[in-house]
């Protein structure tokens, strides 16, 4: 009994601590939840975006000094335009979503990113709109983001 509980406040920490995925894993674990060919975005493309984005850690931030915003998570999600993290000045929370939700449990991510990424993917922009897609993974050959992983 005395294993059980701490193997299960183990995987809680690991939940709440967030996780650097390795290559593979992430990829395996992005097509198992169904993000691969969501609104026709390949899996190698989320996976080049996960990784100069964050390279692949769900607990990344990244403190924009221009506009006050923090980027979350292992897709960087924006506080001044998508989610909320209840500092960011003239906030939109367009997805109306805690910015905490995109730093933890993959699947959680996954889910909340799913319903996130259909309102950014309606957005003009879509893709398109993170910079570190347009410098790095649009009109590249990405095959190697996804290759070797079974997927």
């Not at 709440?16 to 060919?37: M, S």
């Not at 939109?92 to 910015?99: E, L, S």
């Not at 905490?100 to 957005?123: G, H, P, W």
Request: with cysteine; hydrophobic share 40%; glycine share 8%.
């Amino acid at each position: 009994m005395k294993a059980l509980l701490i193997l299960g406040l183990l995987l809680l920490s690991a939940t709440v601590q967030g996780k650097k995925f390795e290559r593979c894993e992430l990829a395996r674990t992005l097509k198992r939840l169904g993000l691969a060919g969501y609104r026709g975005v390949s899996l190698a493309n989320w996976m080049c975006l996960a990784r100069w984005e964050s390279n692949y850690n769900t607990r990344a931030t990244n403190y924009n000094r221009g506009n006050k915003s923090t980027d979350y998570g292992i897709f960087q999600i924006n506080s001044r335009w998508w989610c909320n993290d209840g500092k960011t000045p003239k906030a939109v929370n367009a997805c109306r979503i805690p910015c905490s939700a995109m730093c933890f449990n993959i699947k959680e991510i996954v889910t909340k990113f799913t319903a996130l990424q259909f309102r950014i993917v309606r957005d003009p922009h879509g893709i398109k709109a993170w910079v570190a897609w347009r410098k790095h993974c649009q009109n590249r050959d990405l095959r190697s983001y996804v290759q070797g992983c079974g997927v």
